[in-house]
């Protein structure tokens, strides 16, 4: 008995169609992320989909239908049989199981996951103990997964018993029948795979081609953006531009402003090796979640938002989605400019700045503080690399009693560790604290349960938690003697679940607090300036009057450097300047939109604003030039 060609044929097609599916779920489990507008744009993603669905089944379905149709005698044997039909399954299985996983994952990154994930679960140490908990909370997701498998079985062994019986007729003469189906089913596959007859194959990138920039997740799918970006971590050199003229355009020295503004607002200005500096980083915070930056007026944080009301707020945006990428960018002013993580890449041994190195050549004392597991994502391997004298753990902390069942220790009683530490630290320090309540499973503390409003999103009554912990750090923290000499910074690694359409725009899934305070301020003040998690390591030295130059790829909020800010997903550039946002892709032509007017950046004005496109191309190029060869050399910090 030997394959039938009808066989693959519609073992092919029904692989065709249990993709579809889970594109389709993808959709209904997650539209509030996506903005489709009519029906044209649906079909135009619809064709999308299909060319690079075609193009992942060539690679994860290819191989049984190569070694089914290959015109050999040996495969009427029933091992050879066995082993073709195991490729077929373990390939379909893949399918479903990387595509229905990211159904869940995708609300917390906003981007389908790359062949970077296995890296990343390699750094983590938890991961394996959390597996039941993802079960428990995405019951329906494993629901569909048991259920599109009793389809799949149910039809697969239909269209099994119906063509294997032609197979019976078959014998040698068809050879020559049997060879010209293979050449031409080879030659198909190809095309399949490259995604049509272009110059070269399909990649993440063109998938903007047939959306925009919110909407190529509904493109792309999981299998495909994993195989795309296997080995693919490296960077390629630029040379857009000559070295002076690149220097000329943009440089990650910054040098120290001489116009900080925010000095009317202290009573004292604090200065270098006086002034303490705490930087604290929360889990999972998106903007919306704070009155002070929503126009509901509807709050989860109350003490963040009378906190803001004494500081100097800023409208923040993050450089990537997860914290193994936000944490690099808030303390070394690294952005996420790469498929992977720098965390996890093969520069991630590069000599790299930071807010600790910066500030311990000063004679501060500094430590990284987070209560999960000693090892979660590398960080405290990270936290060493950059320039952190300590280092505080769920190791350090020693008790578990306080132990969230999921990620380590809960928020309120690491905070007061972390306050205890710092009173008996000698000052001046500098502090960094990595938050994890409001991270998924969003568990609460027995004693606190229901004291929190729920919300209408899953994640709320963890803020509240997260919200609640901050309250009673500041409470100790103020009865302290260091407290009045103390430079606060609150902002998140990166946004999370949304609930309000202004949130839910391309530009609003970015947005993170970013708050100063300082008990010396004279008075708030909300600013409409727009800043970059990256941008707060030259902000730091520019308020403490450090007289040296830093490498950062941000600039101070005080810097007469034109502010801007940038984010690289699926090979995608887009940066803001101003009130105009830009898209850059390499070998296509750039896309201009004014933010102002047009949140999901749909109306492309680069032809009506030829100026500033220009200015934006070289601008990105420029960042794109500095940043790959300077990776590339280990030219990361000040000689």
Known sequence: MKPSHKLVLSRYLLSLCILIITQIIFYLLN???????????????????????????????????????IPITFKQNKYYRYFIYFLYVVGIEFIMVSNLVDTGYFRFTFKRLTFDIFRYLGVGGDFNSLIPQFLRDYWLIVLIFISLNFVFFFIDRRLFKKYSLEEMNYSKKWIGKESIIFILTLFVLVVFQRGGFQYKPINLLQASTYASTQNTALVLNTPFTIYRTINKSHLEKKDYFSENELNTIYSPICNPSTNVWSDTLFQEQPKVGKTNVVLIIVESYAAEYLSTYNKTGKTYTPFLDSLAKQSIVFQGYSNGKRSIDGIPAVVSSLPLMNEESYITSSYSENKLSSIASTLSEQGYKTAFFHGGYNGTMNFNVFAQHVGYQKYYGK???????????????????????????????????????FTLSSHHPYTIPPQHKNQFPKGTLIVHETVGYTDFALKRFFAYASKQSWYKNTIFI??????ALTGQKEFQTESGLFRIPIIFYCPMLKHGIVSNQFMQQIDIFPTICDMLHLNKP?????????????HYYIYFSNGEYLLRVGQYVSKYREGYPTELFDVTKDADYENNIANKYPNITSYHTQLTKAIIQQYNNRLIMNQTTIK
């Open 550 to 562: 830093i490498f950062a790829f941000g600039k101070s909020i005080f810097s007469t450097f034109p």
């Open 395 to 433: 190791n350090e902390y020693n008790n578990d009693k306080d132990y969230d069942g999921n990620w380590g220790i809960f928020d309120e009683p690491y905070l007061q560790y972390m306050g205890r530490n710092l009173t008996a630290t000698k000052q001046p320090f500098f502090a960094t604290v």
């Open 31 to 69: 539209t509030s992320l996506f903005n489709v507008n009519s029906f044209s744009e649906f079909m135009k993603i619809f064709v999308g989909m299909i060319r690079f669905a075609l193009s992942t089944l060539t690679i994860f379905i290819g191989p049984y239908v190569i070694l089914s149709l």
């Open 490 to 495: 609150i902002t998140a690694d990166h946004s």
